[in-house]
């Protein structure tokens, strides 16, 4: 089974091909042992792509933890360049087919690699991020032990818990990250992203992902944090967001309400590995 090793700002993935978007969930078995940084071959999750049937290839995402996510800025961006560059996609704008809906991509630079996606509009429905118990602006308070966490919830066809801290760098990420992620408040569990506000137009984030752990970026958590820093009055619709693997430029367009992200995807090897069973 050939594979490619690829990452979004460090986010990494193994990237395989199927036959169809229904036959990819051959490799959801696998991801666990495929993704395991010291027995396999190590990785945040797997993109799988191939042919689309009504957009022009699919993507689907299994976790390390072998859950299955519904949506991935950083592998949308590694999926397109890996399909533009293997002629999957014949284009450099094209319609990619994912659990969350169609989403469309263009490769806006070839050195280096630059992707700009069109991640659609946020969702802000409670019943549909899913989220339970919020307020206005989709707030809630969670408790935990001795920490008071004021979240905001929102949706890019996953889901996210965007809190604002004063410094993203004293966040015990490793100890709130799992514990959030799994709050009742969130009956599909949710990413997590805590958000220090530099300026009207940059912020800087760090993520707990849901089914990965702690990664060095996040692409649809980098979009729900400028959504929800915007809801709350803290920045513009345009900011450069840093992550801990670089730095992301997400758009909130006021006119068809969707988010745009543009960033970098970058190839790291090719390989082998015995075909899942």
Known sequence: ????????????????????????????????TWCDRHFGIGADG??????????DIFMRIFNGDGSEAEMCGNGIRCVALYARQRG??????????????????????SSPPQVRVDMGQPILNPADIPVQGAA??????????????NITAVSMGNPHAVILVDDANQVPLEIWGPRLEKDPHFPAN??????????????????????????????????????ACHLLGKIGRQ???????????????????HV?????????????????K
């Open 46 to 55: 797997i993109l799988v792509t191939g042919p689309g049937e009504a957009q």
């Open 88 to 109: 999957l996609a014949v284009r450099d704008e094209f319609a990619v087919q994912t659990l969350a809906g169609p989403r469309w991509v263009e490769i806006v630079s």
């Open 190 to 227: 949710t990413n997590v992203e805590f958000v220090q506000i530099l300026s009207e137009r940059e912020i800087k984030v760090r993520v707990w992902e849901r089914g990965a752990g702690i990664t060095l970026a996040c692409g649809t958590g980098a979009c729900a944090s400028l959504v």
């Open 239 to 257: 900011a450069q967001v840093h992550l801990p693997g670089g730095d992301l430029w997400i758009e909130w367009n006021q006119d068809n309400n």
């Open 136 to 149: 206005a602006n989709n707030h809630l308070s969670v408790t935990w032990e001795d920490q008071y966490f």
């Open 1 to 32: 089974m050939d594979f490619t090793k690829m990452h979004g700002l460090g986010n990494d993935f193994i990237v395989v091909e199927a036959e169809s978007f229904d036959r990819a969930s051959v490799f959801q078995p696998v991801a666990r």
């Open 260 to 276: 745009y992200m543009t960033g970098t995807a970058t190839e790291v090897f090719r390989g082998v590995i015995g075909d899942p």
